[in-house]
């Protein structure tokens, strides 16, 4: 037991003792691991040890992949142990139009992670598992590089590696306080002294509520039974000369995998998920295990029995029901907690061994400020006050019922919802507004429109492009308004506002009042953590407006570098609305509704006013992401309703219609507008996302001499805009692969249909020597192939004439 640590490490399961092991591979070993019971004696020990290639996330998949060769490489080579990895393989079977454009997909962005996905044949899958029958399988996807493993088998050697590296263990010593000191400092308390640390890590597992409600957080997490069998050995498998791969289904909704010489099957029961310790956790279980419960999951054992029938020629030996925890989208949580210094997050992962390497990027992220990989899915600041205790056990109860249900790239399930919506959602609704989610915020997507009430869940193009169309040409010829309520807001005020956002900028600030800039925050290691629209209010005062999944991030990123600084940030984004109203009649829409002189010369493109309409004060700013002369007006949420039914009132004559996020997606990237989240991550800085004239190098921002190296050395990536040469009806939803001549050269970050030029785009990242005009490239889509070449301007008003109209 440690006195004094730089980082203290609470939980010792798979995820925990991975942290550490990694901290101190980097060099951090003045390290402290606390657990209350032995290593992995929470839920890793009883985890089937499932790590699959086939995950629908791409940084998670980067995160199995590195799992998997942690496991299978690196641990070997360090303990000089032979291998305990099982590289046995798996298929994924599909039987549906929706799962086989999702298998597809991920068909398309295997390349990216990289890892080995093959879709086979059914004769092909037959000969890699005999025992099965694939009669009514539609679509096969064989990963012949993935398995299983035994938990202990890899966690043991991770901390006995991290103790010769000079970390501390400290076992059967539980956590009883944590303790915010006024040096900066955690003091944690526990059954056998205290420690004073920097650096706290919550990695407890299905304690991590408890541990969270130390410092007054609430997590996320929910914890649920999970059951698997393990039967006695059948003749079959003891005749095979090759172990049967991992084999899952969304028929009977589980995984088959061979345990010696009998079946290891466990089923993700699609109703009747049991939820388990909802009024908090008793802290002397440990190492424990619930009665079977076979009745619940018969249904999903008699459908595997029906595609493994050996399965039903077996006794049951073992019944594993043991508790598993999940979050509301079944993501990790993972990086630093909003509103606190240094305290930290690594848990609530339904499947923490398949994500051993996670305390690869977990390291990186609390040594250097950044990680190598796109962290935004799993950042636990992705959930805010919002997210209440109700909401996370109805979402955590979906998340394990739909594990292995397909979803649609378009689709945004229906259970918990709404928990944050604009002034405007009932009256949009009304108007047949579809609805999708951002950081709990519910965004309009798409309108109905008399021929057209529903999309299809799916990975090509829908019933809703049609409608889509239509809002794009009202935009392009008359009008369009959309609800824009969905964006994080902050004020910056204070006598040091400037200096402290000139800190964090990349671009000039805006150098008069009523003015706007538009700027990247930049890491210590230069990668992108947000962007912002900033406005000049007044020389102390300046509004931004930034993404909504950002809110909380953005929000910490600037609480954690104000120190020294007079300043003052608040959020406003639960109290200001907004709408932008665009098309080249907005000016005549918003002036029959305003004294205010909106004309050009008064109200030049790129600036802000405060004008009065009907009798309301609004902050207009005179900018649209649609590409279109354009205002967006910001006011408080009371004030959106009446404002937006005048501005109906009086658009009506001029052709105005509502539009929603497909519509502004297809718009933006006419325009060869960027997105954070898509172009904008914190892989890749503003050199590489090709924003030069949005940098400021004359400056000491942070990342800075990072980005300054960039611009002198370039770099081995840069973002090209892509418009494609062929008519399948199919668009990019980013992370698929991109060839040159068969030659895998780039990933793709997003794209859409252009409605107002006819043709399809995407971003991607390619080899800088291939962002030349007219470079023919193939992309990878849900739908096979297609064929693209590359623009370097956009292909809708290169010129902004449209826009400073």
């Known amino acids: 037991m440690l006195e004094h640590a730089r980082v203290v490490i609470i939980g010792g399961g798979s995820l925990g003792v991975s942290l550490l092991y990694h901290l101190s591979k980097e060099g951090w070993t003045d390290t402290l691991l606390l657990e209350k019971g032995e290593l992995t004696s929470g839920s890793t020990w009883h985890a089937a040890g499932l790590c699959s290639n086939f995950i629908g996330n791409h940084t998670v ?39 086989e454009q999702w298998f597809r997909n991920l068909e398309a962005r295997a390349p990216n992670v990289p890892c080995e996905f093959h879709i086979v044949s059914k004769a092909e899958a037959q000969a890699i598992n005999p025992l099965m029958n694939f009669d009514k399988a539609r679509i096969i996807v064989s990963t012949p590089n993935d398995g299983h493993v035994d938990p202990t088998s890899v966690v043991m050697p991770m901390s006995q590696l991290a103790r010769a590296n000079g970390a501390t263990i400290s076992r059967f010593n539980r956590v009883l306080e944590i303790n915010a000191l006024a040096s900066g400092e955690w003091e944690v308390v526990t059954e056998k002294g205290t420690v004073r640390a920097e650096h706290v890590v919550n990695a407890a597992g299905c304690f991590a509520v408890e541990v969270g409600a130390m410092v007054g957080v609430q997590l996320p997490i929910v914890n649920l039974e999970h059951q698997y069998l393990v039967t006695d050995a059948h003749p079959a498998i003891e005749k095979l000369e090759k172990e049967l791969p991992v084999c899952r289904d969304s028929y009977s909704n589980a995984y088959i995998r061979q345990e010696g010489k009998g079946f290891l099957v466990g089923p993700y029961e699609t109703w009747g998920a049991k939820p388990w310790a909802l009024n908090g956790m008793d802290w002397s279980f440990d190492r424990e295990l619930f009665d079977g419960d076979l009745e619940r999951i018969m249904p999903f054992l008699e459908r595997t029995m029906e595609l493994t029938p050996a399965f039903s020629e077996v006794g049951v030996r073992t019944i594993v029901n043991g508790p598993i925890t999940h979050t509301p989208d079944d993501n990790v949580l993972a990086g630093p907690v909003a509103g606190l210094r240094n ?182 290691n230069g990668g992108i953590m947000t962007e912002q629209s900033i406005t000049r209010i007044s020389e102390d005062h300046y509004f931004l407006v930034g993404p909504i999944a950002g809110e909380q991030r953005d929000l910490h990123w600037m609480q954690q570098h104000a120190d020294g600084f007079d300043v003052q940030i608040d959020n406003f984004t639960d109290f200001v609305g907004g709408v932008l109203i665009t098309g080249p009649r907005s000016r005549d829409i918003l002036q029959a509704l305003t004294n205010n002189d909106l004309s050009s010369a008064a109200f030049p493109w790129l600036s802000q006013q405060t004008i009065t309409v009907d009798s309301a004060e609004v902050c207009a700013i005179r900018v649209s992401y649609a590409g279109e002369l354009g205002y967006e007006l910001h006011m408080p949420n009371y004030q959106l309703p009446s404002i937006y039914e005048s501005l109906w009132r009086v658009g009506r004559e001029h052709g105005l219609r509502d539009f929603g996020g497909y519509a502004f997606n297809s718009l ?120 693209a070449h590359v623009e370097l301007d956009a292909v809708y008003d290169p010129d902004n004439s449209r826009l400073r109209g």
């Open 61 to 99: 998949a980067k995160i199995h992949n590195a799992s998997i060769e942690l496991y299978d490489k690196i641990l070997p080579a360090e303990t000089g142990d032979p291998s305990t990895f099982h590289k046995c393989g798996s298929l994924r079977i599909g039987y549906s139009e929706l799962e």
């Open 668 to 787: 933006r990237m006419e325009k060869m507008y960027r997105a954070w989240g898509n172009e904008f991550t914190e892989e890749i800085s503003a050199v590489e996302a090709g924003m030069q004239r949005f940098i400021d190098t004359g400056r000491d921002f942070i990342g800075a001499s990072v980005v300054r190296q960039r611009l002198e050395e370039g770099g081995n990536i840069q973002l090209a805009y892509l418009a494609f040469d062929d008519e399948l009806p199919c668009d990019c939803f980013g992370n698929e692969a991109v060839l040159q001549a068969g030659r895998h050269v780039g990933i793709t970050t997003g794209g859409a249909y252009g409605h107002r030029v006819g043709r399809s785009l995407a971003f991607a990242y390619l080899e800088p020597e291939l962002v030349q005009q007219g470079q023919a490239l193939e992309v990878m889509t849900s739908l096979g192939v297609r064929r």
């Open 343 to 524: 305290f930290w997050n690594l848990c609530g992962s339904s499947i923490g061994i398949a994500q051993g390497a996670l305390g690869k990027f977990m390291a990186q992220w609390m040594i250097y400020g950044e990680t190598e990989l796109n962290m935004v899915s799993l950042d636990t600041r992705r959930f805010g006050d919002w997210a209440d205790r109700e909401y996370c056990i109805t979402k955590g109860i979906e998340s394990y019922e739909v594990m292995y249900t397909a979803m649609g790239a378009n689709e945004s399930r229906p259970i918990g919802r709404a928990r944050r919506t604009s002034a405007l959602y009932a009256m949009l609704a009304e108007k047949g507004a579809h609805y999708g989610t951002a950081q709990g915020y519910e965004k309009p997507t798409w309108f109905s429109t008399d021929a057209i009430r529903h999309e299809s869940p799916g990975w090509a193009r829908s019933e809703a492009h049609a409608a889509v169309a239509e809002e794009c040409r009202a935009v392009q010829n008359a009008a369009g308004i959309i609800d824009i309520s969905g964006a994080a807001r902050f004020a910056v005020r204070g006598k040091d506002a400037a200096k402290f956002l000139d800190r964090l900028s990349c671009n000039k600030l805006p150098g008069k009042d009523g003015r706007l800039s538009l700027t990247l925050f930049h890491g210590p």
